[in-house]
C-alpha cells in the first residue's frame, strides 16, 4: 500500500520529491498505544505489568521522533529528492526494551519524564550538518 502512494506521488508530482520511508517511532508524546515501547513505559511508569508475546524475542528497528525529525529537517533544508529509508539498522527485542523500560523507570524514581532508554542503541543519531546531506536521496 505505501509503494502505491509512492508510485501515486511520483506520477502526478512534477516538482522534485522526496520520500522518507521510517521505521517504528517511538516518543513520549505518542498517543498510540500499541505494543512497543511507549505502551511498556507507560505501564512501567503506572507500575502495571508489562506482557510480551511470547517470550518477546522478536526484534525491530525502533527510533526516537527526536531523530526522525531531525533528518526530516535536514532533508527539507537541503531540498533533498528520492527516496530515503530512515532507520537504525539495529533490531531490539520486545524483552530488551520492557526490561530497559522498566528499569529507568526505577531509577528515574519521581521523574515524571519517563524512562530514558533508546532502542535504537542508546545514543542520538550524530549530528549532521545541512550542507553534508546529498541533494539526491534515491
Known amino acids: 500500500m505505501h509503494l ?3 508510485i501515486m506521488f511520483t506520477s502526478e508530482v512534477k516538482a522534485p520529491l522526496a520520500i522518507l520511508r521510517p521505521t517504528l517511532i517511538y516518543g513520549a508524546a505518542d498517543p498510540h498505544n500499541g505494543y512497543g515501547p511507549n505502551r511498556f513505559w507507560r505501564l512501567a511508569r503506572s507500575r502495571e505489568p508489562i506482557r510480551l508475546f511470547g517470550k518477546g524475542e522478536e526484534r525491530r528497528d ?4 527526536d531523530d526522525v ?3 526530516t529537517t535536514c532533508v527539507i533544508y537541503q531540498r533533498s529528492a528520492g527516496a530515503l ?3 537504525t539498522g539495529t533490531g ?3 524483552r530488551e526494551i ?3 523500560g522498566a528499569s529507568n523507570c526505577e531509577l528515574a524514581g519521581a521523574n515524571r519524564g519517563g524512562a530514558a532508554h533508546r ?4 545514543q542520538r543519531l550524530p549530528r549532521v550538518r545541512h550542507d553534508e546531506l546529498p541533494r539526491r536521496l534515491a
Open 85 to 87: 529509508n530512515i532507520a
Open 69 to 71: 525529525a531531525e533528518l
Open 92 to 94: 531490539t527485542s520486545f
Open 4 to 6: 502505491v502512494r509512492e
Open 62 to 65: 525502533h527510533m526516537s521522533i
Open 119 to 122: 532502542p535504537d542503541g542508546a
Open 98 to 100: 520492557a526490561r530497559d
